[in-house]
C-alpha cells in the first residue's frame, strides 16, 4: 500500500494532462512581472505620497530602441518593431509618461527586446531553470521568494507552465547620463509574456501584451510573483436565415 502522500501525488500528477486539455483555447493568458530599482522601492515605501504622484517621478523619456533579441529559435514571423515602437509611445503617454521634447534632456531612456525564450520561474527555488534564460534575469529587482513545496493543483500548474518557452516583450527604463562612461543604471523593468511561440505571431498580439503591462510600468508587483491578464477572444456566432432551395438552371 502506498503512503497517503505519495498516492496523493501520483493522482495529481496523472490528473494535470487532463486539466491542461481542457484550457480555454479562446482566451490569451499574459502574465506581467514588473519591478523597480531597489532604492527607489525603499524611498516609495516610505512616502506613499511621492510613490502615488508620477510626476515627481522620472517619466521624461526617450524611446531609444525595439530590437529582437537573439534566441535558438527563430520566430514564426518578422516582427514589425516600427509598430511596437508606435504603440508603446502611446500606452507611456497614456500612463503619465513624456516624451523628450528637442530642448530638454530626457530622464530616463527606454529600451525593449522582444523575441521567444526562457524566463526564470518565480513558482520554483530551483535555479538550474534560470541558466536557460536568455533575455536577461527578469528577476533582477525582484529575487522571488523562497518557495515551499506547493500541495495544490493549481499551484503546481502556474509552475509547470513558467518552465515552458515564452513569447516575450521586456521594457526597460535606465537613468540618462550626459557621461558616455557612465556605468548603466536601470530603474525599472516591465516584463510580458505568453505561451505557445512556436504557434503564436507576435505581430497580432503586441497590443494586447504592451496594454496588459503598460499599468505597471515603473511600479513593482510586490505581492505576487506575476500577474495573468486574460485577454478573453469573443466566441464565433453564425445565424442561419431562411433556406431557400435554388433549381439548377441546367436541369429540366
Known sequence: ??????????????????????????????????????????????????????????????????????????????????????????QLVAHGFKPVSPDQQPQIIITVEYGRGYLPNPYSDDDIGKAHNNLTNSDKFHPWPVNEIFFSIGDEMKRQRADEEKLIIQ???WRYSPDPEAKPVM?????????DPDHRDLNEIYEKLLAAGAPHFD????????????????????????LEVVKDPKSK
Do not use: C
Request: glycine share 2%.
Open 171 to 173: 521594457v526597460r527604463a
Open 187 to 195: 530603474l525599472w523593468m516591465t516584463t510580458m509574456n505568453v505561451d
Open 219 to 242: 511600479q513593482p508587483i510586490d505581492h505576487d510573483h506575476e500577474l495573468i491578464v486574460r485577454d478573453e477572444v469573443p466566441a464565433g456566432h453564425v445565424k442561419v436565415g431562411p
Open 1 to 90: 500500500m502506498k503512503p497517503p502522500l505519495l498516492a496523493w501525488l501520483a493522482a495529481v500528477l496523472l490528473f494535470f494532462p487532463l486539466v491542461r486539455a481542457q484550457e480555454n483555447t479562446t482566451a490569451l493568458d499574459i502574465s506581467v512581472r514588473s519591478g523597480i530599482d531597489v532604492d527607489e522601492h525603499r524611498k516609495r515605501k516610505h512616502d506613499l505620497a511621492y510613490a502615488r504622484d508620477i510626476s515627481k517621478h522620472q517619466n521624461i523619456y526617450l524611446l531609444a530602441s525595439v530590437s529582437p533579441h537573439p534566441s535558438v529559435a527563430a520566430l514564426i514571423k518578422e516582427v514589425n518593431a516600427i509598430a511596437i515602437a508606435r504603440e508603446l509611445n502611446r
